[in-house]
């Protein structure tokens, strides 16, 4: 028996990445938020919108991005802040696939654990 739990198609769309770092919370707010420190790292032509999609003050904040090449695909990437033990910050950034037309064509892995099912040809 497994202990993999069984995903549905929004959770392998997704990929997280976390961080835990020395700044304070209040410091990396203002790097994700504030749009001349935010352009250092995420370039204002990779951005479908330039305004934040959602915001929540000091935890959370999403922002629309578009591929550079086609078929332009767009997908969301959330940032979320929260204060760790030590005084610094857990920050992670969660990477969203969000087009429709993706969502068929994502090929599942043979070892993935899940029923098996048949096509006809």
């Avoid at 990929?15 to 420190?37: G, S």
């Avoid at 919108?49 to 086609?70: K, L, M, N």
């Avoid at 767009?74 to 993706?102: A, K, W």
């Amino acid at each position: 028996m497994s202990d993999a739990t069984e995903r549905d198609c929004d959770d392998e769309r997704k990929l997280v990445f976390e961080y835990d770092l020395d700044a304070p919370p209040e410091k990396v707010w203002r790097a994700v938020t504030i749009p001349a420190l935010c352009a250092r790292w995420l370039p204002q032509s990779d951005l479908a919108e330039s305004e934040p999609v959602s915001s929540v003050a000091g935890e959370e904040i999403c922002y629309r991005v578009r591929d550079a090449e086609p078929p332009f695909l767009e997908s969301s990437v959330t940032f979320r802040i929260e204060p760790n033990h030590s005084g610094g910050t857990v920050f992670r950034i969660i990477h969203q696939i969000d087009h429709g037309r993706l969502k068929h064509s994502i090929h599942r892995p043979a070892n993935s654990n899940r029923r098996a099912l048949m096509r006809a040809a």
